[in-house]
């Protein structure tokens, strides 16, 4: 079972890479959103997708480190905050090598799984539950953890346990299996 989520909670992850639009824009769902210069099909899944947007081959890479790739065609639904390769660059030089070491793989999983939210809250969704939690929705992350939730003008914010905030800058990317939203900087857990 915890494999299953874990699983579950990186294929939402990847496919967050997979793309949308901002939060402040608006979807009509009639076009497929471009990611990394691919579209993203709502009716493939998160591996499907992920595999073809430049801009999260690191993401893609550390699932593989993590051995999650079997688990990407997962059903969910999974609500993933896809960080993007600069933001993997913004790490603290090694960061990204020491993680994809085989002796680290569990670490890797745990930051991975982070990102990754059970269920499906698109931006609406989740401007809701901002909005009833009083400016702040807490979110239980795949691995365990809390990310927060906020909104700032027209973006949506979501707060790490360090402290660490990413902006939301693609939202709303529906895959088969759940939703990604592509953010600025790779969230860690406390």
Not at 124 to 132: D, K, Q, R, T
Not at 169 to 185: L, R
């Amino acid at each position: 079972m915890k494999k299953l989520v874990i699983a579950a909670s990186v294929s939402v992850l990847l496919a967050a890479c997979a793309g949308g639009m901002g939060m402040s824009g608006s979807s009509s769902g009639a076009s497929n959103p471009m990611v990394g210069g691919a579209p993203m099909y709502p009716t493939k899944d998160i591996v499907d997708n992920a595999v073809n947007s430049k801009d999260h081959t690191t993401l893609v890479a550390a699932v593989k480190a993590a051995d999650l790739v079997g688990t990407l065609k997962s059903p969910g639904p999974f609500t993933v905050f896809a960080p993007t390769n600069a933001a993997f660059a913004a790490l603290p030089a090694g960061t990204v090598d020491t993680l994809l070491k085989p002796e680290n793989k569990g670490t890797l999983t745990k930051v991975l799984t982070y990102h990754v939210v059970p269920g499906k809250l698109d931006s609406a969704a989740l401007m809701s539950a901002i909005n009833a939690g009083g400016g702040k929705a807490m979110l239980k992350t795949a691995s365990g953890g809390t990310l927060t939730a906020t909104m700032s003008g027209g973006n949506v914010l979501v707060t790490d346990a360090k402290g660490g905030t990413a902006t939301v800058t693609i939202a709303n990317v529906y895959q088969s299996n759940g939703v990604i939203h592509v953010v600025n900087k790779v969230l860690l857990p406390g």
